[in-house]
């Protein structure tokens, strides 16, 4: 996990780097988690406001 190497790096192991594959899972992460609030979200809006999805 990105975070432990960041943690590991920070309290003096220098030895652990973060690999590419590591980085792109991360970034998968946070994107699928952004889809799916963004649609939450434009659902919460249509409703309140009787409008259509707004994205």
């Known amino acids: 996990m ?3 190497l ?3 790096i920070a309290h003096g192991d220098f030895t ?3 690999t590419q594959a590591d980085i792109s899972r991360y970034m ?3 994107r699928d988690f952004c889809d799916r609030v ?3 979200v434009a659902v919460v809006v249509a409703k309140q406001f009787s409008v259509p999805r707004p994205w």
């Open 2 to 4: 990105l975070v432990d």
């Open 28 to 30: 998968r992460g946070i």
């Open 16 to 18: 652990a780097q973060a």
């Open 38 to 40: 963004d649609r939450k």
């Open 6 to 8: 960041r943690n590991n």
